[in-house]
């Protein structure tokens, strides 16, 4: 009975490291692990805090820094992602980093998606209207 139980289950974890190779911990499960240990553990702690300060602090210069209003909503979507707004983490990530809310409240994950990919197209567009004119100065018939 028991060994039947048992090995039912010694499949199922198998099962699923084969699937999931990588641990696939959430953010809030990480949390937990490390306060769970911190008497223990200590130095892995203070290093988990200092990395997300220094993250912090150095997302908010850069922010700060940016001139340009599209710049600060490329940072603001690429900040403003599902897993933030899962662990209702907005409120805190813009106390944080400085956002305004009004770049928070219209930000989607759609418009990131908008601004990357239209600026990836311009750039492709840039390139090739660039080798057109090379290849157009370059030709025989036009060269002096």
């Given at each position: 009975?028991?060994v ?33 240990n ?5 130095q ?11 993250l ?6 850069r922010?700060q ?15 403003s ?6 662990y ?15 770049q928070?409240?219209k930000?989607?994950c ?35």
């Amino acid at each position: 009975m028991y060994v039947c139980r048992y090995k039912k289950r010694y499949l199922r974890c198998g099962n699923k490291a084969a699937t999931n190779p990588v641990s696939a911990d959430m953010p809030r499960t990480k949390t937990r692990k490390l306060l769970a240990n911190f008497h223990r553990n200590k130095q892995a702690v203070k290093k988990a805090l200092m990395f997300h300060y220094a993250l912090v602090d150095t997302i908010k210069n850069r922010y700060q820094e940016t001139k340009l209003e599209r710049q600060k909503r490329t940072f603001a979507c690429m900040l403003s992602g599902r897993i933030v707004k899962r662990y209702k983490l907005q409120s805190y990530s813009y106390q944080q980093l400085g956002f305004s809310v009004r770049q928070w409240s219209k930000l989607s994950c759609e418009s990131a998606s908008k601004i990357f990919e239209t600026k990836r197209r311009r750039f492709a567009a840039n390139c090739r209207m660039k080798d057109d004119v090379k290849a157009f100065y370059m030709r025989d018939d036009v060269c002096v």
